[in-house]
């Protein structure tokens, strides 16, 4: 796998603008204290000048008078992501974009298309600066998290060779752990277990009633570098879903067990289905599409199987045979998360996993919050 990690995004953008915020220290304005100005992002030089996030901008003006204060421009940022994302589909299609200007890649394979790894992530991180001005790090490894650790120590390319990935972890703190919540490497490090190394010799039991049973298996294949992640296709955006389904041979419409299908499909992920859409070709290879009514997505699991059969043996009406289905979902009671959340989207987030649990429970009940049935 392949991390890149394109450092400070957002102000290599405003530099890129204007060439003359190079070397400078640099921070943009935080948009939800209008009352009380004060900073959001600070770059190195500002943070090595003591300036850091949350500062009231008096004080930071104070403290360094070359600093210069940007307004945030979110949606330039995220299209910056979005056109990382595009980048990377020219060379692979599985991945997966993390925090702004982060993101991991699968190589393996390609190496018939553009020769050995190392070489591809090279040219990668080169065409990266070529197409778009940006100065990026790489991490390969096999493993996802030595090849993210190995991105951000900052050489144009880290490589981690197979079987060694647990030496190179072994030194590494865990707060450089992706995902590790500061409670847990809090108690951690009350214990005295403060690095890679210290963790990789504890047996699965007893990290099992440090941590919890379910995350304990992966803590520890992260910890040793034995993390062998599938990723998802470029494609599909965080918090969406594509399921395929081609028949061979061909076959009617009657003849399509479309709602067990389905199911699987739905259960698959038991979140709140946010937006489904069913397309369906026939041998001639007219496209067929039916979007879910808001009212069929709040149905339970097993009623919404039977809405979606009847609605293709409703809108498949030619007797025609049917040669491929995809149903595409996105998942969540939220709207697509943003850099700015509401807080009652925030509130349906943390709402989530619950649901899910419930639902799996009640395949045959709707599970809502009850106050989205009384908006609705």
Request: with cysteine; aromatic share 6%.
């Amino acid at each position: 796998m392949l991390a890149m990690w394109v450092p400070e995004l957002p102000f290599q953008l405003a530099c890129g603008r204007d060439g003359g915020l190079r070397d400078r220290p640099l921070a943009f304005l935080n948009p939800e204290t209008p009352r009380s100005p004060s900073l959001w992002f600070v770059n190195r030089r500002g943070r090595a000048e003591g300036l850091g996030p949350g500062l009231a901008l008096d004080q930071a003006l104070r403290a360094a008078p070359g600093l210069r204060v940007l307004d945030p421009s979110p949606q330039v940022w995220w299209e910056a992501q979005g056109c990382l994302g595009d980048f990377l589909q020219h060379w692979t299609p599985q991945g997966q974009l993390g925090r702004l200007g982060e993101a991991l890649v699968e190589l393996q394979g390609t190496q018939a298309l553009f020769g050995p790894l190392a070489d591809t992530a090279e040219r990668m991180r080169r065409e990266l600066g070529e197409q778009f001005g940006w100065a990026s790090h790489g991490g390969l490894s096999l493993s996802a998290t030595a090849a993210q650790i190995a991105a951000h120590s900052e050489h144009s390319l880290e490589q981690v060779v197979e079987g060694a990935e647990a030496t190179f972890l072994a030194p590494q703190l865990l707060r450089r752990l992706p995902d590790l919540a500061p409670r847990l490497r809090e108690r951690l490090h009350r214990l005295g277990l403060r690095s890679f190394g210290d963790l990789q010799p504890v047996p699965l039991p007893v990290l099992a009633e440090l941590t919890n049973p379910k995350a304990a298996p992966d803590l520890r294949a992260k910890v040793r570098g034995e993390d062998r992640p599938k990723l998802p296709l470029l494609t599909e955006r965080p918090g969406h879903a594509r399921h395929g389904w081609r028949l061979q041979p061909p076959r009617l419409p009657e003849e399509v067990a479309l709602a067990a299908r389905c199911l699987d499909w739905l259960w698959s992920d038991p979140r709140h289905p946010r937006r489904l859409v069913l397309r369906w070709w026939d041998v001639d290879g007219e496209p067929h599409t039916w979007r879910a009514p808001p009212e069929d997505l709040a149905a339970p699991p097993l009623a919404l199987a039977r809405r979606l059969q009847q609605a293709f043996l409703t809108g498949a009406t030619r007797r025609l045979l049917v040669r491929e289905v995809e149903l595409r979902l996105a998942w969540g009671l939220g709207r697509e998360r943003g850099l700015f959340q509401d807080p009652i989207q925030a509130r349906l987030d943390r709402l989530e996993p619950t649901l899910a649990r419930l639902r799996r429970r009640f395949p045959d009940q709707a599970i809502l919050p009850g106050w989205v049935g009384q908006g609705a």
